[in-house]
């Protein structure tokens, strides 16, 4: 369940080292994968990065009455899995700046359901002296998510 939370990490480093690919202000620029270019103004790359708290707001709305019908479990594995691969496609085959917007919206509600539903399954699975070391992934797992993004990005486009 925790694994989900690196994630969680990936999305957040994600603009870091993104936006000054995306704005051009690299060596490698804002190619896309299919060969074009996007352009971003400040404006654009200011939404890019404040629509994945705007997803994570509504995907923790919407997680409760997901985990509470489905199960905490299904919650964690078909919806967040599906919120997060749609986020990283869109991302992923972006040719404008509003895929990369939508991208990062979906992977917000990704975002606020594993925030949302993690804790509720640890605690309800884990035996009692298990869950102080369990929790401790959540944030652990997060941090290193973005260290890893960080990193990576040192070394690969806004895409890659």
Known sequence: ATLGCLLNGAVIGFTGPALPSLMNRTDTGGVTVWGGGIQLDPQSASWITGLLSIGCLVG???????????????????????????????????????????????????????????????????????????????????????LMIFTAGCFLNWFQ
Do not use: H, W
């Open 60 to 146: 923790c709305i919407l997680a409760g009455p997901v985990m509470e019908k489905f199960g905490r479990r299904i919650a964690l594995l078909v919806f967040t899995s599906s919120l997060y691969t749609i986020g990283f496609l869109l991302i992923l085959m972006a040719f404008n700046g509003a895929m990369v917007q939508a991208g990062r919206f979906f992977n917000g509600l990704g975002l606020g359901f594993v925030l949302a539903v993690t804790s509720v399954y640890i605690v309800e699975i884990a035996t009692t002296d298990m869950r102080g070391f369990l929790g401790c992934f959540v944030q652990f797992l997060g941090s290193f998510g973005v």
